[in-house]
C-alpha cells in the first residue's frame, strides 16, 4: 500500500529558531495535507495543498507540495512554546482515504 | 458550532467483550471516517462512510471489526470480541462533501484499553 516516509522523527530547537519537516512517497498524490496533534488530542489541520508546486503560509507556517507530486514540506518560522507537539503529513491519493506519515515529534525550549 | 464529538473519550474493555465507539459528525456533515493511531504511529485508515452507505472499509480488518453510520443518529464503530492488540486510539473525521481533496476534521478520540 502508499507509504509516507516523514523526517525528521524528532526535533529539539530553540525558541525563536526556524523549524523544516518533510514527506516524501514512492507513488503520487493528489492533495497534501499537514496535521499537528496535542498530546490526548485528536489532529488539526494546519495546512492544505491541493496543485504540483503550490506555496501556501498559514501564519509562520509554510508548507509546499512538491513539483512531482511526491513530497511536501513543511516549515515554521521563529518558533514560539506552544508549537511543541507532534506534526504530520497526510497524502490523498486516488481515493478519499488519507495516508499519514508517522510524525514528527517537535520540542522547544524557551 | 459544535466540532466532530466522539465519546467515551476513554474506554477499558476486558478481553472478549465488545468495544462501541460513536461518532457524531459535525453538523451539516455526512462523510464519516473512523482511523486508528497506535502509539508513536501515524493514523491508519479504516472505514469511509456515507449516510447509511459504507463507501470503502479496505483498511478495517475483516473480522470483529464492523461500522455503521445511520440516518439518525452517530456513526457507529463496534470491535466484538476484543484483544490486547486492539488497544489503540480511534479517531474519528467528518467532511461535508466526499472526493478528493475535501477537508476533513478530527475529533478528539476514543482511547481503547484492552486489560
Known amino acids: 500500500g502508499q507509504q509516507l516516509n516523514q523526517s525528521p522523527q524528532s526535533m529539539f530547537i530553540q525558541e525563536g529558531e526556524d523549524v523544516s519537516m518533510n514527506c516524501t512517497s514512492s507513488?503520487?498524490?493528489?492533495?497534501w495535507l499537514w496535521y499537528k496533534q496535542d498530546p490526548g488530542e485528536g489532529p488539526v489541520l494546519l495546512i492544505a495543498?491541493?496543485?504540483?508546486?503550490e506555496l501556501t503560509s498559514n501564519g509562520r507556517l509554510t508548507a509546499q507540495f512538491g513539483i512531482t507530486r511526491k513530497d511536501s514540506f513543511l516549515n515554521i518560522s521563529a518558533s514560539i512554546p506552544s508549537d511543541v507537539g507532534i506534526y504530520f503529513c497526510?497524502?490523498?491519493?486516488?481515493?478519499?482515504?488519507?495516508?499519514f506519515g508517522k510524525g514528527t515529534k517537535l520540542t522547544v525550549n524557551p | 458550532n459544535a466540532g466532530v464529538m466522539q465519546n467515551p473519550r476513554h474506554l477499558v474493555r476486558r478481553r472478549g467483550q465488545e468495544a462501541r465507539l460513536r461518532c457524531s459528525p459535525m453538523k451539516g456533515h455526512s462523510h464519516v471516517y473512523w482511523y486508528r493511531q497506535l502509539p508513536e504511529e501515524g493514523l491508519k485508515f479504516m472505514v469511509y462512510?456515507?449516510?447509511?452507505?459504507?463507501?470503502?472499509e479496505s483498511g478495517m480488518p475483516k473480522e470483529r471489526f464492523s461500522a455503521e453510520f445511520p440516518k439518525e443518529g452517530p456513526s457507529i464503530l463496534r470491535i466484538q470480541q476484543v484483544v490486547r492488540g486492539d488497544s489503540a486510539a480511534y479517531f474519528c473525521a467528518s467532511s461535508s462533501l466526499g472526493g478528493m481533496g475535501t477537508e476533513a476534521f478530527f475529533g478528539q478520540g476514543t482511547r481503547l484499553t484492552v486489560v
Open positions: 495543498l491541493y496543485k504540483a508546486g
Open positions: 497526510a497524502g490523498q491519493g486516488g481515493s478519499e482515504k488519507l495516508v
Open positions: 507513488s503520487i498524490f493528489n492533495t
Open positions: 462512510l456515507q449516510k447509511e452507505n459504507i463507501i470503502d
